[in-house]
């Protein structure tokens, strides 16, 4: 039975809702309360608190109250207290009176009590960060290093490790005083080994470090005991590490003792340090040590070989040492060329590991790679002997990695490998792993379209074996439906014949199963099938949220089946517009406060605009032979000297057009902005909607608009080469934008050859894949920002008052919350803070109502903040004019690493009422 143990970072279950205060409240009552129990309880629980209200107010109140609790408590709480501020590390800069809290804490240094003066030491020890320099905490950690009790000497080693790495001063000056010890024949053996890792802080200024450097060198000799090595060999290399110089020098002393040192437990160490070097600094490593790891993984002793190759693979991503090694009759390739073949499964996958880094550089510096062939036969071979004889899915996978990797970097090498794979698919050779090998099928046909079309048929054969035992593997199945998927356009779906096999496979797997194949055939495209499988499911769920969210789901993808139907353009658009409407009312009531999906509705709410734009067009391009020229039309003409008036209706119905087109592109950019989260397919699917728009307001301005000489919009070429999805809706782009250039733009007068062009753009727009954006159901990176604005009214919803000639002062305080997997597409680098304020109404004084002009009292004021640890303040003095309400608003937008700005807020909005004197209301009324 395994057993989980709680942090105390781990929010109760079950607890109510409640707000900070309360919260706090609560557990001062437990701090102060007389049973130990209780008091340890509420000691835990603030961890939790800070993660959930982590502002400076509350947390520099918290730790006040624990710092008194360390200061007149027993060493039992102050041992909680120590954990809480170990625990709440990234907190600690919110302290805002470090002085007194330092105070509370210091002055148990002289307690009589030294496990009352250890606790002292390592509590100052975990909040270092916030003290680096305070003297009398040094001085103390000095003292403390000459007890005679063994615990507070370990306190203050663990103490003067926090301090140094903080610390300058600290760390220069005790260098003298740690190298005695560590020297000293009176300090213990065990004492030294704890001394030793301090040393690795100490790189503060070029000469310290080269002192320590020498320190360290000259104790290997002195003290060849297997734990001083260790423990000095680390130091070394975290001490390189952190000053780059000495890299080269650490590499060659420990390849030294990996060829020299026959203990096994060494070699392993040695191997790690290398490791972390590689890591940092692999373009500093000398010419000759690649040479000598690779003479350490030709050695017999399996597990060395293994951790040479793992370092080796580390080496092998920096540009320097592939660029050095990529000649076949290099040691390192020759190494690789005979581990390849390796009985050891797992060093011959770390051989072809290396093989393929160093292919996939060459391939992205276009650089001649001699031996091609041969590497490739490594990966082939290797690839074949896992599939009929090994049953480990990591080395597998590994494999299968490597290839994909090459079809990204190579495109003309995925014909090859899909049908190595394809073949042990669908001919059974190696039904234990065949759900990775459907993985890696699906990742390289989404490299590239009609990647796996040759082997529809074997798919589909496959597909249907399977589903004809119930007992089939789920993942296999709704991999091969994907595959299936990703083979054939939407266009092309009727004529190949497979519905019915992926009806036969949705019969024989679980919900869950369907529910994905349904979202993989959304993604590429497929919404009829989609509509198929989802309208059996909605019935099946087990909440009602979810029902609508099944419901919306059915309803989109019943619109978008509706668009390839042989009914009229205006009819397919008004059902597809229908069904769109009866989505957005279903994803309504599949929100929760948990699960806005703000990101869904808005996608959908733009798609139906985008529709009806398009049947607005459609239904201007049929008014031109029903709806003739007025008789006045040559005055109209003459009048406002635009000869397309002499069309008619036909020309200001195609401007309007114009417009719309370009405010539905404009909100899709605004939707771009919001979405920061979202993976980069995602974002390129909203980007070629924008595109779209933009390309119809385009080619319907060539002809309504009298020489036009604006360019066509230009769609990013990078496009072309990512995901499949995005792939298949640039090619509809791209074959309605040929269709525009096929008409003649030189004809000025508005004709049927235009108007046609214009309506067969419409039906390649509505016949070319739409697909589903990832992002639409799932989030692979969640960022979300919380705001605290001060002040506040006494009671929500009233309005705060500000007398009048006064400067209202609104400090924003805010933080930074990620999900499970933070900064995976991009990162924080700043946030943008925007004040606007505008005024509502004037104050009536005498029974006279001043009157409001456009933009009074209106006044935008912005601020750029940088994060620290995830929270970030400012600050904004705001000007009231005139005495009235205002409204005050406060919004947050994100910065990217490049520079982007992302509008995601939130917003929040304060009522602010001024009041004025009565002399300066009546100078302004007679004004």
């Not at 040192?261 to 000398?286: F, M, S």
């Not at 992002?775 to 919380?786: A, E, I, N, R």
Request: aromatic content about 6%; proline content about 4%.
């Amino acid at each position: 039975m395994s057993v989980r143990f709680r942090s105390f970072s781990d929010g109760g279950l079950g607890e109510p809702e409640q707000d900070a205060n309360s919260a706090l409240t609560e557990l001062d009552k437990g701090l102060r309360s007389g049973r130990v129990g209780e008091q340890c309880e509420a000691i835990v629980r603030f961890p939790p608190l800070f993660e959930k209200y982590p502002f400076p107010i509350l947390i520099n109140s918290s730790f006040l109250k624990l710092a008194d609790v360390f200061r007149v408590g027993n060493n039992f709480l102050r041992l909680w207290v120590l954990r809480v501020c170990q625990q709440s590390e990234k907190h600690l800069d919110k302290i805002l009176n470090v002085d007194e809290f330092v105070r509370r804490v210091f002055s148990v240094i002289h307690s009589n009590d030294p496990v009352a003066r250890a606790l002292t030491l390592r509590t100052l020890g975990s909040v270092a960060g916030i003290i680096p320099e305070r003297q009398q905490v040094h001085h103390s950690i000095r003292r403390s290093l000459d007890s005679h009790d063994t615990v507070e000497v370990e306190a203050a080693v663990y103490a003067a490790m926090q301090f140094a790495a903080q610390s300058k001063s600290f760390a220069v000056s005790m260098c003298n005083k740690i190298s005695h010890m560590i020297q000293g024949l009176a300090t213990p053996a065990h004492m030294k080994l704890q001394l030793i890792p301090i040393l690795q802080h100490m790189h503060h200024d070029t000469s310290t470090a080269a002192m320590v450097r020498q320190l360290c060198t000259d104790l290997l000799p002195k003290y060849p005991a297997q734990d001083f090595v260790l423990v000095t060999l680390r130091t070394l290399t975290q001490l390189a590490s952190a000053t780059l110089v000495e890299i080269p020098n650490q590499v060659e002393l420990l390849l030294d003792y990996l060829v020299n040192d026959p203990r096994r437990e060494v070699q392993c160490c040695v191997l790690q340090c290398l490791y972390l070097l590689a890591k940092h600094g692999a373009y500093l490593w000398p010419d000759t040590s690649v040479a000598s790891l690779v003479n350490v993984a030709r050695g017999p002793h399996p597990s060395l070989v293994i951790c040479a190759l793992d370092v080796l693979i580390v080496l092998t991503r920096s540009a320097a040492i592939c660029n050095a090694h990529a000649r076949s009759d290099s040691v390192l390739m020759e190494l690789c060329q005979d581990t390849s073949y390796s009985s050891n499964m797992v060093i011959a996958t770390k051989s072809i590991k290396i093989l393929s880094q160093v292919l996939c550089y060459c391939f992205r510096e276009e650089l001649a790679s001699q031996g091609l062939d041969e590497r490739l036969d490594a990966v082939e071979s290797l690839f074949l002997l896992l599939a009929a004889t090994c049953t480990h899915t990591d080395t597998m996978r590994s494999v299968l990695r490597c290839i994909v990797n090459l079809c990204n970097v190579q495109k003309t090498l995925c014909p090859r490998f899909v049908q190595l794979i394809a073949t042990c698919l669908v001919e059974d050779m190696a039904d234990w792993c065949s759900a990775l090998l459907c993985e890696a099928l699906g990742a390289i046909g989404g490299m590239q379209q009609h990647a796996t079309q040759a082997f529809l048929p074997h798919l589909l054969k496959k597909l249907g074996q399977l589903s004809s035992s119930p007992s089939g593997p789920e993942d296999t199945k709704v991999m091969l439906c994907t595959l299936v998927f990703q083979c054939v356009s939407a266009a092309q779906w009727k004529s190949i014949g497979a519905q019915s096999t992926i009806d036969e496979a949705v019969r024989t797997t679980n919900l869950w199963a369907n529910y994905r194949i349904a979202r993989s055939a959304a993604r590429y495209g497929h919404l009829s099938v989609c509509a198929g499988i989802v309208g059996q499911l909605h019935e099946h769920v087990s909440s009602e949220h979810l029902h609508f969210w099944l419901l919306t789901l059915e309803e989109l993808s019943e619109g978008e089946a509706c668009l390839r139907s042989d009914d009229g353009l205006l009819a397919r658009l008004g059902a597809a517009t229908s069904h769109y409407y009866k989505a957005l009312a279903a994803i309504k009531a599949a929100s929760t406060p948990s699960q806005s999906l703000v990101f869904q509705a808005e996608y959908m709410r733009l798609r139906c605009e985008m529709l009806q734009c398009l049947a607005q067009l459609v239904a201007t391009c049929k008014s031109f032979c029903t709806a003739p020229p007025p008789a006045i039309a040559a005055t109209i003409v003459q009048t406002t000297r635009d000869d397309l008036q002499k069309f008619g209706n036909i020309t200001n119905r195609l401007r309007k057009c114009i417009k719309e087109f370009q405010t539905c592109g404009e909100l899709y950019w605004k939707l771009y902005q919001s979405v920061f989260d979202a993976d980069p397919s995602s974002l390129n699917n909203i980007q070629i909607l924008q595109h779209m728009c933009a390309l119809m307001a385009y080619n319907i301005e060539c002809v309504a608009i009298t020489n036009y000489q604006g360019d066509e919009p230009a769609l990013d070429s990078s496009l072309q080469r990512s995901c499949l999805e995005t792939q298949l809706m640039v090619q509809c782009c791209q074959r309605a934008s040929a269709m525009a250039r096929s008409v003649d733009k030189s004809i000025k007068p508005i004709t049927h050859l235009h108007l046609e062009g214009l309506m067969k753009q419409v039906e390649m727009i509505l016949e070319g894949s739409f697909c589903l954006p990832r992002y639409f159901f799932q989030v692979l990176q969640s960022t979300s920002v919380k705001l605290a604005i001060t002040p506040q009214p006494r009671v929500n919803g009233e309005y705060l008052s500000v007398p009048s000639g006064s400067q209202l002062s609104v400090k924003v305080e805010g933080v930074i919350q990620h999900g499970s997997q933070p900064d995976r597409f991009r990162s924080v680098s700043g946030v943008v803070l925007t004040l606007s304020s505008q005024l509502t109404s004037r104050l009536t004084i005498e029974n006279k109502s001043i009157p409001m002009k456009p933009g009074d009292g209106q006044v935008v004021l912005q601020q750029s903040v940088t994060p620290h640890r995830d929270f970030f303040t400012g600050q904004f003095l705001l000007a009231l004019g005139g005495g009235g309400q205002h409204q005050v608003t406060v919004e947050a937008a994100v910065q990217d690493n490049s520079g982007n700005v992302w509008t995601t807020g939130p917003r929040s909005t304060l009522t602010v009422k001024t009041l004025e004197d009565s002399s300066t209301s009546r100078a302004r009324t007679s004004f």
